[in-house]
């Protein structure tokens, strides 16, 4: 039997386990090993969540590496993302790019993403562009070009997946359960769901693999530099 969660957690409940599915399924289409999810979400709304993905791929070339990079960052972006999904059937699913923005930000949470994007993009950024001569203006316009470029990659994701992306995180809610707590009152809801079990479900197993359009993308852009 379900266990029936007040609205406001529910609510909660439903935009985390978006932000947590939003990960799992870009990981996937971008060829990372994923495992499980959890989430928890406390009576006065604070929450905690993670999906398990393994960053281990073998990189021989620098070219490896950038596509590395930039599949991490998408990644890494796509929480926010899809935590701006409307959790309403009938709603066009489409990202809210003012709010994805804002929630990476730290204003609704997400700032350890934003911390490890920024840090990435730098990291990328020195690949592609060598030069260390550069000036402050012109290193900005190319970490903003190539930002752009990524958001505009993984929002296309997001809104082609949001169908998956809104099934497996009504999933996760419909499967949180109260924890005791001995001594006090109950007021945190929690679920896990492991990876071999994501793994058996039709709608993950349907998520199409990207990775060869990804090393595609990059290898136009690289015959154009």
Known sequence: MKTKLPAAVRDRALQIAHHEMG???????????????????TMDLRHRGGASISLVRPISSIDTLKDYLQ??????????????????????????????????KGELGAEQD???????????RNLAYPETDASSERISAQLNTMTDRLWDRTQKIIEEQAGTIGELAVMLVDGMVIVEQWGRPADTYEVMCAGPMLERLRAVQAIPSLQAWTDRCSDVERSRR
């Open 71 to 104: 599949a991490r960052i998408m990644v890494l972006m796509a929480g926010a993302m899809a935590q701006t999904l409307p959790s309403k059937p009938s709603a066009a699913k489409r990202v809210d790019k003012p709010k994805a923005t804002a929630i990476l």
């Open 23 to 41: 990960h799992y399924v870009v990981a996937r289409a971008l060829g990372f090993e994923t495992g499980g999810v959890t989430l928890t979400v």
């Open 114 to 124: 934003y911390a490890k994007i920024r840090e990435l993009q730098q990291l990328l």
